[in-house]
Nanobody
Framework: QAQLVESGGGLVQPGGSLRLSCTTS????????AGWYRQPPGKQRELVAT???????ITADSVKGRFIISRDNAESTVYLQMNSLKPEDTAVYYC??????????WGQGTQVTVSS
């Protein structure tokens, strides 16, 4: 059974940086699309960025140029480097894995708060 463990969230000042990590087990990580979603307070969950097994990235317009998604297949881990953080980036960030068969898995979520 797939397990996703996220880390790296926390409190950061505007303009600061954080790196989220999502380490997986129980799946063939090199085959999956790995990504990050977020749910701001009082809002619906939204896509942040995804990265296919072939290296194709999709990034939300709201974070383009500030957030970078990457993956390490040897470590079965997907990362989200977040730079120039803004208060509106405050949200619970969720790791997502989608297998070629269309099965999705979610992490437990990690809180990111951007505030002075």
């Amino acid at each position: 059974q797939a397990q996703l463990v996220e880390s790296g969230g926390g409190l950061v000042q505007p303009g600061g940086s954080l790196r989220l990590s999502c380490t997986t087990s129980g799946i063939i990580f090199s085959w999956v699309t790995a990504g990050w979603y977020r749910q701001p307070p009082g809002k619906q969950r939204e896509l942040v960025a995804t990265l296919t097994s072939g290296g194709r990235a999709i990034t939300a317009d709201s974070v383009k140029g500030r957030f970078i998604i990457s993956r390490d297949n040897a470590e079965s881990t997907v990362y989200l480097q977040m730079n120039s953080l803004k208060p509106e980036d405050t949200a619970v960030y969720y790791c997502n894995i989608a297998t070629p068969a269309g099965v999705t898995h979610w992490g437990q979520g990690t809180q990111v708060t951007v505030s002075s």
